[in-house]
């Protein structure tokens, strides 16, 4: 069974202070890792998808990395902007249900002004 | 890009009636969509695959006759939570992929806050 891991469940930084979120996952075969923020009383907003391990991708003030067990999602001089729950997900390769995604349980992250 | 619209974004009803959320590609044909369930403060529970023109696939714990899936054409799937209860009560979100662009994100819709009383 596939499982997602996300940590810490909730994070408060100063506008600023950089951090990172941390995705651990076991999957029987990775087609894609998935990066989303959600902002309360809304769909997910997508943000990244990381295919193999050493891939990074940035957009803005993020940065996603993949290994083989895990995935970071670095946060460098956050805005209070860019507060909102960050979910991680994963596809595994094969299956029947194309697209079918497992979550993390998200992490809350509130930057303070 | 590619957008997934939902609709209502929120509804109340009674307890013991039913109720039908919609799901839409606007860009593209979706053969797959999903349906998906979140709780306050947890994250997204996969509650079914709704495929077009076949019975949908459900999760294990989620009642089919309860979540009635339809998915008849290539553009919306409906799903529709009938005789709901008030531990019905959630936000219920539908995605689907681009099967055109099998190398890119799953789009979701705004969500649906169903509230049952």
């Known amino acids: 069974e596939d499982q997602v891991t996300q940590s810490p469940e909730a994070l408060r930084l100063q506008e600023g202070e950089s951090s990172s979120l941390n995705c651990s996952y076991t999957v029987s075969g990775l087609r894609g890792l998935f990066w989303y923020r959600q902002d309360p009383g809304k769909g997910p907003e997508f943000l990244f998808t990381?295919?193999?391990a050493g891939e990074e991708k940035e957009k803005e003030r993020l940065k996603a990395t993949l290994t083989k067990k895990e995935s970071f999602l670095h946060i460098t001089a956050p805005k209070p902007e860019d507060s909102a729950t960050y979910l991680c997900a994963v596809q595994a390769a094969g299956g029947t249900s194309y697209g079918k995604l497992t979550f993390g349980q998200g992490t809350i992250l509130t930057v303070h002004p | 890009g590619a957008v997934v619209s939902q609709h209502p974004s929120w509804v109340i009803c009674k307890s013991g009636t039913s109720v039908k959320i919609e799901c839409r590609s606007l860009d593209f044909q979706a053969t797959t969509m999903f349906w998906y369930r979140q709780f306050p403060k947890q994250s997204l529970m996969l509650m079914a695959t709704?495929?077009?023109?076949?019975?949908?696939?459900?999760e294990q714990g989620v009642e089919k006759d309860k979540f009635l899936i339809n998915h008849a054409s290539l553009t919306l799937s409906t799903l529709t939570v009938t005789s709901a209860h008030p531990e019905d009560s959630s936000f219920y979100i539908c995605?689907?992929?681009?099967?055109?662009?099998?190398?890119?994100?799953?789009?979701f819709g705004q969500g649906t806050r169903l509230t049952v009383v």
């Open positions: 709704s495929n077009e023109g076949s019975k949908a696939t459900y």
């Open positions: 990381l295919y193999s």
């Open positions: 995605s689907a992929r681009d099967p055109g662009h099998p190398n890119t994100e799953a789009f």
